[in-house]
């Protein structure tokens, strides 16, 4: 019974990331200290589609493969700095912990993602957005873009390219919303008194 109470404490320690290694080989092997001295070496590992390079005072739980004690791995977490706190039963919160930088998978379904920085998406063919889209702020664009949806713009739309809407584009700044087809209508029926008051009138030389 004593060996194998030994063998279990052997097995698995906590242990603190006194050292992190950089990531540019195959296995990331961070320095360690446990049993609140002890240096050491070993090997992070994570699930399968994860990766990640805790930094230093981060905790780890710290076993050995096969009861050997100097083959050493961790699994690393930092508790006291997580992200956010006061999750609720299925919530799921996945990010960095240092800039609170996030994408949580909330409760009620919805997805929240918050960023310090830039949010910088890249693919190979196409981004396809089958929703409504709420943005505010300033859109800047070279390329295409099609939205199924409706496009709620809050800010400008700056760009050299063109934009070309199969239903009704609305300005919405004035009291009454207005279409730009009911604007260009308006302007091809606009008048102007050729030879004063009374006297016939023309049209717009210039229609859109």
């Known amino acids: 019974m004593g060996d194998m109470q030994a ?9 603190m990331v006194t050292l992190p290694s950089k990531d540019d080989e195959d296995f990331v ?14 090997t992070v590992v ?3 589609g994860y990766h990640a390079v805790a930094p230093a005072k981060s905790m ?47 409760e009620d379904g919805s997805i929240e993602i918050e960023a310090v920085g830039d949010i910088n998406i890249k693919a190979s063919s196409t981004v396809n957005i089958d929703a409504d889209l709420v943005v505010t702020g300033t859109i800047t664009g070279q390329s295409d873009a099609n939205i199924a949806g409706n496009l709620d713009v809050g800010g400008n739309i700056i760009g050299g390219a063109t934009i070309v809407a199969q239903g009704a584009i609305t300005a919405t700044a004035g009291a009454t919303p207005v279409t730009l087809n009911e604007i260009k209508d308006g302007y091809n029926a606009h008048t102007h008194v050729s030879n004063g008051p009374g006297n016939p009138t023309t049209g717009t030389s210039d229609p859109i």
Do not use: H, M
């Open 7 to 15: 063998d279990l404490r052997n097995l698995l320690k906590w242990a």
């Open 60 to 106: 780890s739980i710290c076993f050995s493969v096969q009861n050997q004690e100097e083959s050493r791995a961790i699994i690393e977490f930092d508790p006291k700095n997580r992200i956010k706190r006061g999750l609720v039963p299925g919530e799921v919160i996945v990010g960095n912990q240092e800039k609170k930088t996030f994408v949580y998978f909330k």
């Open 46 to 48: 994570y699930p399968y």
């Open 29 to 42: 092997v961070n320095q360690i200290t446990y049993l609140g001295k002890k240096a050491a070496d070993a």
